[in-house]
């Protein structure tokens, strides 16, 4: 394949990586690997680096709209950058060591994890009462509601904090920016309100997916010619999506995409059994 | 109380800024690496299938770049454009540094800087053995 071929294909792939991504709420990157590795046949280690640069320009992209409406809660998201970074370095290490065919079938698995989790009904919670812990974090904070600021309360601070220190390390070990991981860390062990968590996610990935990202760099994962149409492709991709999920009920589309994405997860993991990656 | 509710504010804005310039500059930056990697070698063969791990510093790799750049490779230029891109969350995390620093949060002035020094250890891991 030329390169002007291979970076056409890419470009194509990575718009519609993007597009299923934003509307399945699972992000672009997620949806790359598995076209890049089974599809294009290019190492997994490869993908992993492309898929991460782009999961710093869409998660810095949305996240810019989230800070500016004062949704998203910096304090938490810094605090629990500790773990999530922390948790990174280590998983871009291991995927130095890792053998591919792991990788593949860690990340189907991650993938099925994900999608099935984006289609749960999501309970919105709201807690009045903090632990002491989080108070002396100055976690508990407010966000903008139609009607007004509304305080919201943050519990369970050592639990959250591990569970974001596994999604930092899944992370940088398959080069995904793992919201789903982060989201139930924050919501679903933090009680803290869904929009709030998934805003805070969102911000906090830029920084995870950076601090692996280095490391990938270092290690030669990140290539050029492979990044420049999947990070372009992505974005414009996942911009075009958050349009249209403005517009329509994606309940439907989102139990769609999820069943294409289990069967992209499927053929990752039977590849990585059968040694193909 | 309403000081520091003022400051939190202005922080978001400026972060919100940032996030946004930093990305839409790193990825102009790449686009036209892409232009200038495609115009030259658009008829070559890719050779993707095989990982080939290569420890380089990345003291070494951004001096690789500059000298990529004054000869206008194109490769040099998307990567100079993937560099700015993960300056953007490493110039956040400058920023909110300053601003706690300024909002007396020392508390948050620790928590930034731990998260620093585990950035810089991943610099310091990633060669080197």
């Known amino acids: 394949m030329t390169v002007l071929t291979f970076t056409l294909i890419m470009f194509l792939g990575a718009l519609c990586a993007g597009f299923v991504g934003s509307l399945s709420g699972l992000g672009g990157g997620v949806v790359i690997i598995p076209l890049l590795t089974v599809l294009l046949h290019v190492d997994i280690h490869y993908a992993i680096g492309a898929a991460l640069v782009s999961v710093i320009a869409t998660s810095s992209g949305s996240a810019a709209a989230y800070v500016k409406e004062g949704i998203t809660n910096m304090r938490l998201g810094m605090f629990l950058e500790i773990a999530t970074t922390a948790g990174a370095v280590g998983g871009a290490l291991l995927s130095a060591i890792a053998p591919a065919p792991f990788i593949a079938i860690l990340f189907g698995f991650a993938l099925i994890f994900s999608a099935i989790n984006s289609l749960r009904k999501k309970e919105e919670h709201h807690v009045e009462v903090s632990s002491d812990l989080a108070l002396k974090l100055k976690l508990p904070s407010t966000y903008p509601t139609p009607s007004g600021l509304m305080a919201y309360g943050t519990k369970n601070v050592l639990g959250g904090f591990s569970m974001m220190a596994l999604a930092g390390v899944l992370s940088g070990l398959l080069g995904i920016g793992s919201g789903a991981f982060k989201v139930i860390a924050m919501d679903n062990i933090m009680k803290i309100p869904f929009k709030v968590s998934t805003t805070t996610s969102n911000f906090m990935m830029g920084v995870t997916a950076t601090a692996s990202c280095v490391i990938y760099l270092q290690k030669g994962y990140i290539e050029p010619g492979i990044c420049m149409p999947v990070v372009i492709g992505v974005l414009l991709g996942a911009m075009t999506g958050a349009k249209i999920l403005v517009k329509v009920n994606p309940k439907k589309l989102r139990i769609f995409f999820a069943v294409v994405i289990i069967g992209l997860a499927f053929n990752m993991i039977y590849n990585g059994i059968v040694d193909n990656i | ?129």
């Open chain 2, 1 to 129: 109380m309403e000081q520091k509710k003022i400051q939190d504010r202005d922080m978001q804005y400026i972060i919100g800024n940032l996030l946004r310039y930093g990305v839409w500059t790193a990825l102009s930056v790449a686009a036209v690496g892409g232009i200038v990697y495609l115009l030259r070698h658009e008829t070559e063969r890719i050779h993707y299938q095989t990982f080939i791990e290569h420890d380089v510093n990345i003291f070494q790799l951004v001096a690789n770049t500059v000298k990529g750049l004054v000869k206008a490779e194109g490769k040099a230029i998307i990567l100079l454009g993937i560099l700015l891109l993960f300056l953007t969350p490493i110039l956040r995390i400058c920023f909110s540094l300053i601003a706690f620093f300024f909002e007396k949060d020392y508390l948050y002035v620790g928590i930034t800087l731990l998260v620093i020094a585990i950035i810089c250890c991943s610099i310091f891991f990633g060669f080197g053995h």
